[in-house]
């Protein structure tokens, strides 16, 4: 069975900084492409960024330059770590795998939900101004 569980989510203050992680079982999740999400209250849940199975990685515009996403196979955890957060980054986290999603460095950036497959539960990220 899979299994994705996030954690990491608390309550910053803007221009804070915080690590998500994201614990995978039950598949092989380095040959998967990895993303996170994220859902604001009212708001429609959008792509954050992706790792793809060779490594190759995509952001959104709003978060590039600030989140960084990274892999540890010894431990089967795919991580997001967040800096200069911002109020707008307030929004459940969800961390999902993909066997069929790639990541073109080249292209505009764009995660489709309906590709994902598995997904985590989410954790909460508040921050405050």
């Known amino acids: 069975q899979v299994y994705l569980e996030e954690s990491g989510g608390a309550q910053v203050h803007s221009g804070g900084s915080l690590t998500l992680s994201c614990k995978v079982s039950g598949l092989v999740y380095n040959s998967y492409c990895m993303g996170w999400f994220r859902q604001a209250p009212g708001k429609e849940r959008e792509g954050v960024g992706a790792f793809d199975s060779d490594g190759s990685t995509s952001y959104s515009d709003s978060v590039k330059g600030r989140f960084t996403i990274s892999r540890d196979d010894g431990k089967n955890t795919l991580t997001l770590e967040m800096e200069s957060l911002k109020p707008e980054d307030t929004a459940t986290y969800y961390c999902?795998?993909?066997?069929?999603?790639?990541?073109?460095?080249?292209?505009?950036?764009?995660?489709?939900?309906?590709?994902?497959?598995?997904w985590g539960r989410g954790t909460q990220v508040t921050v405050s101004s």
């Open positions: 999902a795998a993909s066997s069929s999603a790639v990541v073109v460095a080249s292209l505009p950036f764009e995660m489709n939900e309906s590709e994902y497959e598995y």
